[in-house]
């Protein structure tokens, strides 16, 4: 079955450290896209790609990095810049007209 | 910037109310639209979504969505809430071709029985 799959479930970092969240797709979709989701603040849009070797900004892009080096992968690194890390991270994928977006389970980022 | 208005943050009905969640959005050209739902504990679910054609489109769970293109906004409706919808409710915006898909806020609904 097609979709999209988001690893781990649950991750714990301490601070100061770089973690890495992966999202894998198997829809050959061209678009994709990391959310973070807080309490109150819905899915803010941290970063996006459209094609490979390219990628976008969004609204709170800073703390993060991303790398769209296949079609099937676009892994997030959340580095120590990020002030505030903990949240709960989600990861989609749209089709090519833009009418279905595909979203992962989300992984729970944890800093400790 | 593209954004994506919520306007109401939390709503409180009784059961049987009728139900308005409004959205608007500001980029001008084409764009796709959707109302996502996130019942506690659980994962976005698609209520409904709107690309072209009739703008009055109908979801599942009796939910509909009118998009009003003067307006900017496509907002959610129900006649009749249940218990069962209470829920977060988030309205999304993609425009056409550009590929970037933004969400709202988000609406926490309280339905009372």
């Known amino acids: 079955d097609g979709g999209i799959t988001q690893s781990p479930k649950y991750l714990f970092r301490k601070e100061g450290q770089n973690v890495t969240l992966s999202c894998e797709q198997n829809?050959?979709?061209?678009?994709m896209y990391w959310y973070r989701q807080d309490p109150g603040q819905g899915l803010r849009l941290i970063y996006y790609?459209?094609?490979?070797?390219?990628?976008q900004k969004g609204d709170i892009a800073e703390g993060y990095s991303v790398s769209r080096e296949k079609k099937e992968s676009f892994p997030l690194t959340v580095t120590s810049a990020q002030k505030n890390p903990t949240a709960f991270y989600l990861c989609?994928?749209?089709?090519?007209?833009?009418?279905?977006?595909?979203f992962g389970q989300g992984t729970r980022l944890t800093v400790v | 910037a593209q954004s994506v208005s919520q306007h109401n943050h939390h709503v409180i009905l009784s059961e049987a109310a009728s139900l308005e969640l409004g959205c608007n959005y500001s980029?001008?050209?084409?764009?796709?639209l959707f109302w996502y739902v996130q019942y506690p504990g659980q994962h976005l679910q698609l209520l409904l979504k709107y690309f072209s054609g009739d703008p009055l489109v109908k979801g599942i769970k009796g939910f509909e969505a009118e998009f009003i293109k003067s307006k900017f906004s496509f907002n959610l409706r129900k006649p009749s809430v249940q218990w069962s919808d209470t829920a977060e409710y988030f309205c999304?915006?993609?425009?056409?071709?550009?590929?970037?898909?933004?969400f709202g806020t988000g609406t926490r609904l309280l339905v009372s029985p």
């Open positions: 790609s459209q094609i490979v070797n390219d990628f």
């Open positions: 999304a915006v993609n425009e056409g071709g550009f590929q970037k898909l933004v």
């Open positions: 829809l050959n979709h061209d678009a």
């Open positions: 980029y001008g050209g084409t764009v796709n």
């Open positions: 989609a994928s749209l089709n090519r007209g833009g009418t279905e977006a595909f």
